[in-house]
C-alpha cells in the first residue's frame, strides 16, 4: 500500500524568509500525480500545486515550487518570501493514476508558524 | 470554481442523537468522500462513493453510514453519536480519473457531548 510521510509535524519561518517542508512516499507505481494542500487556520483546504511524476520539470506556482525526486521518493515544498498568510497546515498526498477513483494518500501534515 | 458546500460549520449534539453532515458540489463531479481530522492524525477516510448510490468504505467506517442518492449530495451520518466521534469533519470531490485533484469543503465542526 502506498504510504506518504511528513517528518515535520511543525515548522517555523521569519516572515520574508524561505521554508522547506518535507515529504517522502511510498509506491511501486510509475505513474502518479503528487500534491500539496494549505489549510488555513478556520478555512478551507486548497490546493498549493500539484505534480505528474511523468514531468521532469518541477512544479512552480508564484512563491511555491517543489523538488520532485522520483527516485529518492521526494517532494518537498519550498515557500520563498514567506508571508504571514502562508501560516497553515500544509499536507502532502499522493494519487496512483492507474488505481481509478481510490482516494488520495495523505501525509499527516506540517503545521507552519510564520514570524513577523 | 468549484464550489463544494457542507451544510453546518459548527454543530453540538448529545450523546445517542442521530446526526446527519449534508455535503453538496455544483462541479458535477462523480466521486465524493467523506474525511476526518484530528490533531496529529491528520485525515482520515471514512467513506467515499465513486458514483450515485455507491459507497466504499474508507480507513475508519464504524459508527459512520452514508447516502448518495443524488449526484450532488453525499450525506454522512453517525446514527448514535459518541463523544469520541467530536471532531472535524471535511467533504471533498472530485472528477473522476483526471489528475485526482480533490476540492474540499470549508468543514463541519462537530462536538457530541
Known amino acids: 500500500a502506498q504510504t506518504v510521510t511528513q517528518s515535520q509535524p511543525e515548522m517555523s519561518v521569519q516572515e520574508a524568509e524561505t521554508v522547506t517542508l518535507s515529504c517522502t512516499y511510498d509506491t511501486s507505481e510509475s505513474d502518479y500525480y503528487l500534491f500539496w494542500y494549505k489549510q488555513p487556520p478556520s478555512r478551507q483546504m486548497i490546493l498549493v500545486i500539484r505534480q505528474e511524476a511523468y514531468k521532469q520539470q518541477n512544479a512552480t506556482e508564484n512563491r511555491f515550487s517543489v523538488n520532485f525526486q522520483k527516485a529518492a521518493k521526494s517532494f518537498s515544498l519550498k515557500i520563498s518570501d514567506s508571508q504571514l498568510g502562508d501560516a497553515a497546515m500544509y499536507f502532502c498526498?499522493?494519487?496512483?493514476?492507474?488505481?481509478?477513483?481510490?482516494?488520495?494518500?495523505f501525509g499527516k501534515g506540517t503545521r507552519l508558524s510564520v514570524i513577523a | 470554481d468549484v464550489k463544494v458546500t457542507q451544510s453546518s460549520r459548527y454543530l453540538v449534539k448529545r450523546t445517542g442523537e442521530k446526526v446527519f453532515l449534508e455535503c453538496v458540489q455544483d462541479?458535477?463531479?462523480?466521486?465524493m468522500f467523506w474525511y476526518r481530522q484530528d490533531p496529529g492524525l491528520g485525515l482520515r477516510l471514512i467513506y467515499f462513493s465513486y458514483d450515485v448510490k455507491m459507497k466504499e468504505k474508507g480507513d475508519i467506517p464504524e459508527g459512520y453510514s452514508v447516502s448518495r442518492e443524488k449526484k450532488e449530495r453525499f450525506s454522512l451520518i453517525l446514527e448514535s453519536a459518541s463523544t469520541n466521534q467530536t471532531s472535524m469533519y471535511l467533504c471533498a470531490s472530485r472528477s473522476a480519473g483526471v489528475t485526482g485533484e480533490l476540492f474540499f469543503g470549508e468543514g463541519s465542526r462537530l462536538t457530541v457531548l
Open positions: 498526498a499522493y494519487y496512483n493514476r492507474n488505481s481509478g477513483n481510490t482516494p488520495l494518500v
Open positions: 462541479m458535477d463531479h462523480e466521486n
